[in-house]
């Protein structure tokens, strides 16, 4: 760290988040106090400040996150912070061309997870010579000792077979540390330091059980003298300044060159909406960029693609590193990130979309192929707990949109808005029920079929909307009348339309999903009219692991379809 922060890093010590810095994660985020050290060191904090860790109203937390000015990207869940400094290293070398570097500080322990080696891969793969990775091979793990201990030429073989440039050091060094972080290749750098937890504290080093623990207060006063006996110089030490060549960037208030161009009753399905809108969007502000894990010809992410192949990222099926990509890419507002995929395979990623939120990102993901309406692929590749995973995660915004204008609007509404942001898509071409100049809001949901003389209020979205409106011309045939709506946002919900709606409708609900039961549109609404007297919620949504099979016998199977919304309401009415 002292290399890092006095040798090798060029930054302003007073402006942590100037986009000229070179970029620092300390994925290996339990070493929080040595980072909280070293910018008191550089002068950002104040020493006395350091004796705060922890404290609940000290911005010095346990595990470092951007509540802390200095800090790009939470880390603390392990693995995960090579993935970020890829991501700005990547937006560093081909968006911004500039001249800064990102160093990511990792623990060997961390190295066991398979994250770890996504990012790797990715690293490797576009060559991200702006990019140093060192880790810190002090032998012990959390509990024990880690599992190849100090054999740091397994760890070299491994890094140079991603395409790193490896370097094994001595670790606690300073002069083979600086030689090594100043020898830059033609691709990413990897620098294995072999150190020993504890160095020079008798009776503490390489030992284990030591974790998370403070030394008693008798060593700790012996071993600071022995530290401060060995300084040889009390020089100020300050960093190099940056080039300044990273450009001005705005990414606020992106909108669509033009309204969306469907026509009514058009077929359409709103996975190739997204596409359409993202590869518009585009061309609203240079700084959009997309991300997929090679699903683009089925999220249709390929049409951004091919009309925007420079600021397109090709993750491969590697969803962790690919949310974690997208995170590194947006840190101090640098893009405006989409990231595409199937919706299931998200929820492998999930820990990473936690951290993302933890680390005040703003990142858009898009789940495609979600529910039994896929058909034939059968269960595995069939989201059904995206919702109740995106619902659940801090300042989150869950849209689901119902045709291919509100898909489009979705990913403009998404453009400007904080947070995680999941856009669901479906694969059945469903028809177009809104008009182009149709305004759509956060927290708005539309009524898309009422009279005075209905009877219950039916909410569905995506696929089982149009069941929804199906089984109202059903009813309507025998002289009951439906109100039925589109929610838009799943998440925030809009309790007051939901309300009003069940209201006029003698307090009757009923919510139909292509999702399952728990976490879904039907507990949301459950949950948002809780307590208010005279109003009952009747669910459909997919019980059980379902099976391959066209998507209307699996709609049938599962009791979703608009003969199943039929027989529900009658049942409710009488």
């Known amino acids: 760290m002292s290399v890092l922060f006095f040798h090798t890093m060029k930054y302003k010590p007073q402006d942590p988040k100037n986009p000229n810095n070179d970029r620092f994660v300390m994925s290996k985020g339990h070493a929080a106090p040595i980072l909280y050290a070293a910018w008191a060191e550089a002068g950002y904090l104040p020493e006395s400040e350091l004796l705060n860790l922890r404290k609940l109203d000290s911005v010095l937390e346990g595990h470092p996150v951007p509540r802390q000015e200095f800090v790009d990207v939470a880390t603390g869940s392990l693995g995960q912070g090579l993935g970020a400094a890829a991501g700005m290293a990547y937006t560093g070398k081909y968006f911004d061309k500039a001249s800064y570097r990102t160093y990511c500080l990792l623990g060997d322990g961390e190295t066991s997870e398979g994250s770890v080696w996504e990012a790797m891969n990715f690293a490797g793969l576009y060559k991200l010579d702006n990019l140093t990775a060192i880790i810190d091979v002090n032998r012990l793990g959390q ?8 054999k740091v030429e397994i760890y070299q073989k491994r890094c140079e077979a991603f395409g790193w440039h490896t370097v094994v050091v001595d670790g606690h060094s300073v002069e083979e540390l600086c030689k090594a972080l100043t020898a830059v290749k033609n691709q990413p750098t990897a620098i294995i330091a072999k150190t020993f937890k504890g160095k020079g504290i008798t009776g503490v ?9 403070p030394l008693p207060k008798d060593l700790a006063d012996q071993v600071i003298k022995e530290l401060e006996s060995k300084i040889q110089s009390k020089k100020k030490l300050t960093p190099a300044l940056p080039v300044e060549d990273a450009p001005t960037v705005s990414i606020k208030n ?23 809108a993202l590869a518009k969007l585009g061309h609203a502000n240079d700084r959009v960029i997309a991300l997929d894990g090679d699903t683009k010809n089925s999220t249709f992410s390929e049409l951004f693609k091919k009309e925007h192949p420079d600021r397109y990222i090709e993750c491969y099926i590697a969803e962790q590193n690919m949310v974690s990509v997208a995170v590194g890419s947006t840190t101090r507002d640098r893009t405006v990130a989409y990231t595409s995929a199937f919706a299931t395979f998200f929820t492998r990623a999930f820990d990473h979309i936690r951290m993302a939120a933890i680390s005040e990102s703003n990142i858009n ?7 039994v309406s896929i058909g034939e692929d059968g269960a595995s590749q069939m989201g059904l707990e995206d919702l109740s995973m995106f619902r659940s995660v801090p300042n989150s915004t869950v849209f689901y949109p119902s045709d291919a204008v509100s898909a489009e609007k979705a990913v403009e509404i998404a453009a400007n808005t904080k947070g995680i942001c999941f856009i669901r898509t479906s694969r059945p071409e469903n028809a177009v029920i809104y008009n182009n100049n ?3 809001k956060i927290g708005h949901a539309k009524v898309v079929l009422q009279s005075k003389d209905d009877q219950v209020t039916v909410i569905g979205a995506g696929v089982t909307l149009h069941e929804a409106l199906a089984a109202a011309e059903l009813l309507k045939k025998e002289k009951i009348n439906t109100r039925v709506i589109d929610l838009f946002t799943i998440k925030p919900l809009d309790r007051q339309t939901i309300l009003d709606s069940a209201k006029a409708t003698k307090g009757r609900i009923l919510t139909v999903e292509d999702h399952y039961h728990e976490g879904g549109i039907g507990e949301a609404v459950a949950a948002a009219v809780v307590g208010e007297p005279g109003i009952t919620v009747k669910s459909l949504a997919v019980s059980g692991v379902p099976r391959s099979g066209k998507p209307e016998e699996l709609l049938k199977l599962f009791g979703i379809d608009k003969e199943a919304i039929v027989n529900s309401v009658k049942k409710i009415i009488s």
């Open 143 to 150: 509990s024990e000792a880690a599992p190849l201990q100090h």
């Open 205 to 213: 080093e390489d030992k284990e059980n030591w974790h998370g623990k």
């Open 365 to 371: 993901l898009c789940g495609s192929h979600c529910g």
């Open 438 to 440: 149709e305004e759509f």
């Open 254 to 276: 992106i909108k669509m060159p033009s309204l969306p161009s469907y026509k009514l009753g058009e077929k359409f399905a709103t996975r190739k909406a997204y596409g359409v």
